[in-house]
Nanobody
Framework: QLRLVESGGGLVQPGGSLVLSCSASNLRLQDTIISWFRQAPGKGREVVACTRITDGRTDYYGSVKGRFATSRDNAQSMAYLHMNNLKPEDTAVYYC?????????????????WGKGTLVTVSS
């Protein structure tokens, strides 16, 4: 059974850093789009990063450009979201989402598999 599990969330001060992990069970990352979404309190779910299958490059969205980066370990079926210079507005539940043989999309409806999320709180 395919399963995604996020970890690494927590409380961090503004300007700090966190690394989120996404463990993918029974999934070949080489064939899979992995995207990171977040949902802030009272807001909709928004994409922050998507790593393409075709060339392995990552698209970043919105205010995270230049501050967030992704990486992955295909052998271990792990994906990571490196978050730097965190701001209070980055506070949200962060999700990893997967779509086998898919394409990057800003729409959460395009992703079949989801983790349960990990909470990131940026506050002094």
């Amino acid at each position: 059974q395919l399963r995604l599990v996020e970890s690494g969330g927590g409380l961090v001060q503004p300007g700090g850093s966190l690394v989120l992990s996404c463990s993918a069970s029974n999934l070949r990352l080489q064939d899979t789009i992995i995207s990171w979404f977040r949902q802030a309190p009272g807001k909709g779910r928004e994409v922050v990063a998507c790593t393409r299958i075709t060339d392995g490059r990552t698209d970043y969205y919105g205010s995270v450009k230049g501050r967030f980066a992704t990486s992955r370990d295909n052998a271990q079926s792990m994906a990571y979201l490196h978050m730097n210079n965190l701001k209070p507005e980055d506070t949200a539940v962060y999700y990893c989402a997967a779509e086998v043989y898919g394409s990057c999309s800003e729409s959460s409806e395009e992703y079949e598999f989801w983790g349960k999320g990990t909470l990131v709180t940026v506050s002094s």
